[in-house]
């Protein structure tokens, strides 16, 4: 029976691949132009309900420095109240590139939490990865507490989170406690993936936990839940500076961690970080990872899927269409379809160098997607997008634009709907 059920996995693999292959005919429409929401940087968005949103974002801190901020909304962005600081230590937060703060919530929508990593700005290679919680419907943050547990004067950012079903919370980072032994080939040394828990809706987090190591040292980490299945998504480190993605999963709630698998070969060798990690995101109990790559000479946006939590990939499918310069993509799910975003160029501008927008992309159960769509200009590049669902087909995407030194975030609103088939 083991060779029936081999050909069945690849039959179903191959049905997505040649689904994936056909865009599904869906209405993406969007606002004309994006909104201005802050000076800062990061945006990132919870949605409530019909209406509710939540926006997580870094602004400037007076004398330098950053600070974590959190604004609600009860018109699905129109408006959004005063904003609230969650971290109490003045200026400790770190972002950037990829190494943002996370918002996530519990199950019953109740409480909110949020991560980051902080800064030292004596140390600049020296942070902590720090969180705090916001119990009950009126956002109110608890003093930030540090998960990481070594209490040494290294690195521990790009960090990535997840909520189970259960409530038990997920938040894993790429470490610096040792320095690893892999093949960098001189540049900055290696990172260790660690994850930790917590199972008081983050009153506190239990040991920190080792996944992996030989980790590229500025690629985010991403989790996802599947099943009964924890799940974290990295670049990593092989011989001969080969940085392709992999996977670790946990049946035991993150207590112990299967060997990485690799999700694809691409055998892209560079020499240095590419400073890109992977979306990680399920639907239903098949789970997707999307990731940027330049193996094989041919700079693209690839997403993969597993039928098992993890344990065996479908081949890798180009999504970024015929976009140039394509990077940092998000996966996000709802439940009902995943939400693809990511930064690239139109090839059709300026020879492929006109200015960077913001493209979006959804994948259905069935392996179908919509048409990649370009979302977002604003009125300069769009760097590090992040995208929501909403009820009822509503997007939401955000990104951050720098103008001579100065960030700002913007927001800019979707609706998605299936179309209405012709009759005769």
């Known amino acids: 029976m083991r060779w ?17 292959d056909q865009a599904r005919s869906i209405s993406l429409v969007f606002e004309r132009e994006p909104r201005v929401l802050f000076a800062g940087r990061s945006p990132k968005f ?24 959190l604004e609600t909304s009860g018109d699905g962005g129109d408006t959004f109240a005063a904003p609230l600081r969650v ?25 909110l939490y ?23 419907m009126t956002p109110a943050f608890s003093p930030a507490i540090t998960i990481n547990d070594d209490d040494l004067p290294v690195s521990h950012s790009f960090q990535g989170m997840g ?12 470490d610096g406690r040792e320095h690893g032994t892999g093949h960098g080939g001189g540049h900055a040394p290696l990172a260790t993936l660690y994850v930790a828990r917590s199972t008081d809706h983050g009153r506190s987090f239990e040991k920190n ?13 991403a989790v996802a ?47 240095g970080c590419p400073h890109v990690g992977p979306g990680v995101a399920a639907l239903g109990s098949r789970l997707y990872v999307a990731w940027y790559s330049e193996g094989g000479g041919d700079p693209a946006i690839y997403l993969a899927s597993s039928p098992d939590g993890g344990r065996t990939f479908s081949g890798k499918k180009k999504v970024s269409g015929e976009t140039v310069d394509p990077t940092h993509p998000q996966l996000v799910s709802n439940g009902e379809k995943l939400a693809l975003v990511f930064q690239g160029r139109s090839a059709q501008r300026d020879q492929g160098w006109g200015r960077v927008g913001v493209y979006y992309r959804e994948i259905y159960p069935d392996g179908a997607t919509s048409q990649l769509e370009r979302a977002g200009d604003g009125k300069s590049n769009a760097a590090y997008p992040a995208v929501e669902l909403g009820m009822s087909g509503r997007i939401f995407l ?27």
Request: positive net charge.
């Open 4 to 20: 029936f059920q081999g050909f069945a996995i690849l039959i179903g693999a191959a049905a997505l691949l040649a689904a994936t």
């Open 46 to 69: 919870l949605a409530r309900g019909a209406h509710g949103l939540r926006l997580l974002s870094v602004r400037p801190a007076s004398g330098g420095g950053q600070d974590l901020f």
């Open 87 to 111: 971290n109490q230590a003045p200026a400790e937060v770190s972002d950037h590139g990829e190494n943002s703060p996370q918002l996530a919530e519990s199950p019953d929508g109740h409480s």
């Open 114 to 136: 949020a991560v980051w990593s902080s800064r030292d700005p004596k140390r600049p290679f020296v942070g902590a990865i720090r969180f705090a919680r916001s119990p009950g």
């Open 163 to 174: 909520v189970g079903p259960d409530g038990v919370i997920y938040v894993a980072w790429l």
């Open 209 to 221: 936990v080792r996944v992996a190591g030989d980790i590229c040292p500025c690629c985010r980490v």
């Open 225 to 271: 839940l599947v099943g009964d299945r924890v799940v974290l998504g990295w670049r990593s480190v092989e011989s001969g500076d080969i940085r392709d993605m992999f996977v670790a999963a946990s049946s035991d709630k993150g207590q112990t961690w299967s060997r990485p698998v690799l999700v694809a070969r691409d055998g892209w060798k560079l020499n």
């Open 398 to 424: 955000g990104w951050t634009e720098t103008t001579q030194g100065v960030s700002t975030g913007y927001l800019l609103r979707g609706r998605s709907a299936a179309v209405a088939a012709k009759t005769e």
